[in-house]
């Protein structure tokens, strides 16, 4: 499936910048448009990580840290 350009950015970009943009009003943050690609830049890297982290198996015998 190919992806539906708006103004240079796909549909997935436009709502993970509209994301970006609305996470960072939500804290009082007025993300300047300049800003916006490396922001999405940064999710796109972070939910790498993430998804590294939650794929990763623990053996059954690992308790709770803490």
């Given at each position: 499936?190919?992806?539906?350009?708006?103004?240079?950015?796909?549909?997935?970009?436009?709502?993970?910048?509209?994301?970006?943009?609305?996470?960072?009003?939500?804290?009082?943050?007025?993300?300047?448009?300049?800003?916006?690609?490396?922001?999405?830049?940064?999710?796109?890297?972070?939910?790498?990580?993430?998804?590294?982290?939650d794929?990763?198996?623990?053996?059954?015998?690992?308790?709770?840290?803490?």
């Amino acid at each position: 499936m190919e992806a539906v350009q708006h103004g240079g950015r796909d549909e997935a970009d436009l709502a993970d910048a509209a994301f970006a943009v609305g996470v960072a009003a939500s804290i009082g943050i007025d993300l300047p448009e300049a800003c916006v690609e490396g922001v999405v830049a940064n999710l796109a890297l972070l939910r790498g990580h993430a998804a590294r982290i939650d794929d990763f198996a623990l053996p059954g015998d690992i308790g709770i840290a803490g």
